[in-house]
T-cell receptor
Framework: GQQLNQSPQSMFIQEGEDVSMNCTSS?????WLWYKQDPGEGPVLLIA?????ELTSNGRLTAQFGITRKDSFLNISASIPSDVGIYFC?????????????FGKGTHLIIQP | EPEVTQTPSHQVTQMGQEVILRCVPI?????FYWYRQILGQKVEFLVS????????KSEIFDDQFSVERPDGSNFTLKIRSTKLEDSAMYFC???????????FGSGTRLTVV
């Protein structure tokens, strides 16, 4: 099946630093989604990307859909304590609309005091 | 903001017992999904449902699993005879068009003992 390689696996940063994480795949996707998951909660959608080359921002978050449709990155600027959590990329091929998402293994963001 | 609601939040069951996990998708959404997340691992697709039938299922979704939309609002996942390895968070999701508005519930933590 399709696989997403997400990196880094974890990040230890200081408050105020910028963060960058990415996902790559050997298969193309038509949609890239970035989610944040807090402990015991479901994934919450941060940014959705629907077009190759698209660059989208949501507050301090910026994500891009790679031009080859095989990769995406997420940047967080000026990190704050509430950014702590696990960030997942997810790709959707969506041939017929009912395809399941393929998730990366997550990037665990830890902010050191 | 509309949300996907899942009940119960936590279920403990004995091995071999049947469990039914319940979900109320967002009301105008047409596509429904179940995902599973074993503790510390990535989210994995189980099944998608559209137009009152299964659209796609993963290799995890074997004969022990079934889904149903018993009325106009609920969407259920049944595990016929639970195994220890079925212990996981189970997330329901719904989507307006198959990619747009893809929203997850908060999950049901299933513990099989």
């Amino acid at each position: 099946g399709q696989q997403l390689n997400q990196s880094p696996q974890s990040m230890f940063i200081q408050e105020g630093e910028d963060v960058s994480m990415n996902c790559t795949s050997s298969s193309i996707f038509n949609t890239w989604l970035w989610y944040k998951q807090d402990p015991g909660e479901g994934p919450v959608l941060l940014i959705a990307l629907y077009k190759a080359g698209e660059l989208t921002s949501n507050g301090r978050l910026t994500a891009q859909f790679g031009i080859t449709r095989k990769d995406s990155f997420l940047n967080i600027s000026a990190s704050i304590p509430s950014d702590v959590g696990i960030y997942f990329c997810a790709g959707l091929y969506s041939g017929g609309g009912a395809d399941g998402l393929t998730f990366g293994k997550g990037t665990h963001l830890i902010i050191q005091p | 903001e509309p949300e996907v609601t899942q009940t119960p939040s936590h279920q403990v069951t004995q091995m071999g017992q049947e469990v039914i996990l319940r979900c109320v998708p967002i009301s105008n959404h047409l596509y429904f999904y179940w995902y599973r997340q074993i503790l510390g691992q990535k989210v994995e697709f189980l099944v998608s449902f559209y137009n009152n039938e299964i659209s796609e299922k993963s290799e995890i979704f074997d004969d022990q699993f079934s889904v149903e939309r018993p009325d106009g609002s609920n969407f259920t996942l049944k595990i016929r005879s639970t195994k220890l390895e079925d212990s996981a968070m189970y997330f329901c999701a719904s989507s307006e068009t198959g990619n747009y508005g893809y929203t997850f519930g908060s999950g049901t933590r299933l513990t099989v003992v």
